[in-house]
Nanobody
Framework: QVQLVESGGALVQAGGSLRLSCAAS????????MGWYRQAPGKQRELVAT???????NYADSVKGRFTISRDNAKNTVYLQIHTLKPEDTAGYYC???????????????WGQGTQVTVSS
């Protein structure tokens, strides 16, 4: 099996910064795209940013210029650096990874349990 464990969430003041981390472990042959999603109370889960194994990134318009996604392929870890936090960034942040467990196996999508980011005004 594959486990994704997020960390780094916190209660911060508006304008502050955070760095979220997500480490994948278990039986892993390769990881394709990794990404961050967020879900605020009463809202649907939405894409924040994704990054391919080759480093190609994609961001939601609402976070461009403030969020930076990166990854360490050797550590199977993805990061999300967040600057200039706003109250509307308050949400549970979830990590996602497309994982191939065997060389000739299929890719499957895995989710972490989430880490809470709360931004006070």
């Amino acid at each position: 099996q594959v486990q994704l464990v997020e960390s780094g969430g916190a209660l911060v003041q508006a304008g502050g910064s955070l760095r979220l981390s997500c480490a994948a472990s278990g039986t892993i042959f390769s990881i394709n795209t990794m990404g961050w999603y967020r879900q605020a109370p009463g809202k649907q889960r939405e894409l924040v940013a994704t990054i391919t194994s080759g480093g190609i990134t994609n961001y939601a318009d609402s976070v461009k210029g403030r969020f930076t996604i990166s990854r360490d392929n050797a550590k199977n870890t993805v990061y999300l650096q967040i600057h200039t936090l706003k109250p509307e960034d308050t949400a549970g942040y979830y990590c996602n990874a497309l994982v191939r467990q065997r060389r000739w196996g299929n890719e499957y999508s895995y989710w972490g349990q989430g880490t809470q980011v709360t931004v006070s005004s």
